[in-house]
């Protein structure tokens, strides 16, 4: 067999064997086994993709009548199919190749390399053991065996402790709609979407409505607060629902943020606006109300769970212009 450079690259007798293949005096079976050998030349280079594709074509010759090359065939394809992570088409050539010849070790072993990969480790056990049947010596598979048991019990144990979590989330989840429902709060969506928002969020990043940590019965939103005559935004993570507008608001106009040059934005300076979608209008919120009694104000619909107000200057050319235009489109 030609050695295969270190470098990767593939020798003349590939190019030598693509010319021969094509021999026109070639019987289906001579061709396949050119290919078979042009393919084990890319494998030995590591080139596994091309290996599969002389492999397959191999497959396509009429060989029907020669078990013992499909099953070759076979096997060889799923060993390349392994290397580049093909897992599902590896095991499925490995149940071909023992189906043209039962005693084939190499792709019993194989198919059960794909199956613990995969995270089968019950039918990993079950391809050890019939390998076994026939080499019941055969250290790897006594090995991978051994190696299958272990990780089944370590997979099931996180299995188990995830399906406890996902069971926990689903009721947390659920939980905090009903006491949505509850209390009176409109949401723009359905239980399902809302559940499924929740799961999620339009933006991977962001905080979820959740439970107060000192009472179950009250909740922490995420909301947002828009100032459009600046182009800014701010985001509150948890806005406990008992809570005042005022308290965030002495904290986060203490100072001035960066954006205000002007210093025009300060905690008895701006107004917040909710819309209230049943009219079409922006409507004052006082500073010293709840998160709780703005969102079950008329017209507060919540949407994709997070909670949105407009805040604009009092008093200001911005802020008159503002409200008109909305009047106009609304």
């Known amino acids: 067999m030609t050695k295969i450079p270190e470098n990767g690259e593939l020798p003349p007798a590939v190019e030598a064997i693509r010319q021969l293949k094509w021999d026109p005096e070639d019987t289906p079976r001579e061709k396949a086994i050119k290919l078979k050998d042009e393919g084990n030349l890319y494998f030995k280079a590591k080139k596994y993709s091309q290996a599969v594709v002389s492999y397959t074509m191999a497959l396509k010759e009429d060989i029907n009548d020669d078990e013992e090359l499909k099953s070759t065939l076979h096997q060889n394809r799923a060993a390349a199919h392994y290397y580049i992570k093909n897992y599902r088409s590896s095991l499925s050539d490995c149940i071909f190749a023992r189906k043209f010849n039962a005693k084939n070790i190499k792709p019993i072993y194989k198919g059960a390399e794909c199956c613990y990969e ?118 509150i993570e948890g806005f406990y629902e008992k809570s005042t507008f005022s308290e965030h608001l002495n904290i986060m106009f203490g100072q001035s943020p960066d954006w205000d040059s002007e210093k025009k934005y300060t905690p008895n300076s701006i107004q917040i606006y909710y819309e209230n979608r049943k009219r079409g209008k922006l409507m004052k919120i006082d500073h010293r109300i709840t998160l709780f009694e703005a969102l079950t104000k008329e017209g507060m619909i919540v949407q994709l769970a997070t909670p949105s107000f407009i805040v604009l200057v009092k008093n200001s050319k911005f802020e008159k212009i503002y409200l008109e235009k909305f009047d106009q489109i609304n």
């Open 118 to 235: 995969l995270k089968k480790f019950d039918d990993c056990i079950k391809w050890c053991d019939i390998g076994l049947i026939i080499d019941c010596d055969d250290v790897r598979l006594r090995n991978l065996r051994s190696k299958a048991q272990a990780d089944k019990k370590t997979h099931e144990k996180e299995k188990r402790k995830k399906e406890t979590m996902e069971r926990k989330k689903n009721q947390t989840f659920l939980t905090i709609w009903n006491l949505i429902k509850q209390k009176g709060i409109e949401v723009q969506e359905k239980e399902k979407d809302f559940l499924e928002l929740l799961d999620n969020p339009t933006n991977p990043q962001q905080k979820r409505i959740s439970i107060n940590s000192q009472n179950d019965k009250e909740l922490d939103w995420p909301v947002i607060f828009l100032y459009p005559e600046v182009g800014q935004t701010d985001f």
